[in-house]
């Protein structure tokens, strides 16, 4: 990993920490949502080829619960929530949240809060 990458993945993993009230390592809170990401494209993706089924509808459940778990965003009210749209990213914060509360995060064209983007890569 090259000086650049890694001070924007420190940078985001900081404000990861800020917004959701958290003391992680920046760098591991980065590589963990990237995972999750990763799940998350898998289960938009399949939505969009396959359609909704009571299985992939337990997956989305599962992986909200393992983001959950990571960063704690259901006790702080922090509207996180699965894309099921496979062209974009998959975990995002609300638009109207990220303005609202002026969240130092990336996010998409439409103002969404990327939560896992890819920072290895020059944006």
Same mark, same amino acid.
């Given at each position: 990993?090259?000086?650049?990458?890694?001070?924007r993945?420190?940078?985001? !993993?900081?404000?990861?920490?800020? @917004?959701? !009230?958290?003391?992680?390592d920046? $760098? %591991? @809170?980065?590589?963990? $949502?990237?995972?999750l990401?990763?799940?998350? &494209?898998?289960?938009?993706?399949?939505?969009?080829? $396959?359609?909704?089924?009571?299985?992939?509808e =337990?997956?989305?459940?599962?992986?909200?619960?393992? $983001?959950?778990?990571?960063?704690?965003?259901? =006790?702080? =009210?922090?509207?996180?929530?699965?894309?099921? &749209?496979?062209? +974009?990213?998959?975990?995002?914060?609300? %638009? &109207?949240?990220?303005? =609202?509360? %002026?969240?130092? @995060?990336?996010?998409?064209?439409?103002?969404? +809060?990327? @939560?896992?983007?890819?920072?290895?890569?020059?944006?």
């Amino acid at each position: 990993m090259n000086e650049k990458t890694k001070q924007r993945i420190i940078k985001h !993993g900081n404000n990861l920490n800020k @917004i959701f !009230g958290l003391n992680k390592d920046p $760098v %591991d @809170i980065c590589r963990a $949502v990237r995972r999750l990401e990763r799940e998350g &494209d898998k289960i938009a993706l399949e939505g969009c080829n $396959v359609g909704t089924s009571p299985a992939l509808e =337990k997956r989305e459940q599962q992986l909200m619960i393992k $983001v959950d778990k990571l960063l704690g965003f259901k =006790k702080k =009210k922090i509207p996180v929530f699965l894309n099921g &749209d496979p062209r +974009g990213y998959a975990l995002k914060i609300q %638009d &109207d949240y990220v303005r =609202k509360h %002026d969240l130092q @995060i990336h996010t998409d064209w439409g103002g969404y +809060g990327i @939560i896992a983007p890819d920072l290895t890569t020059d944006q």
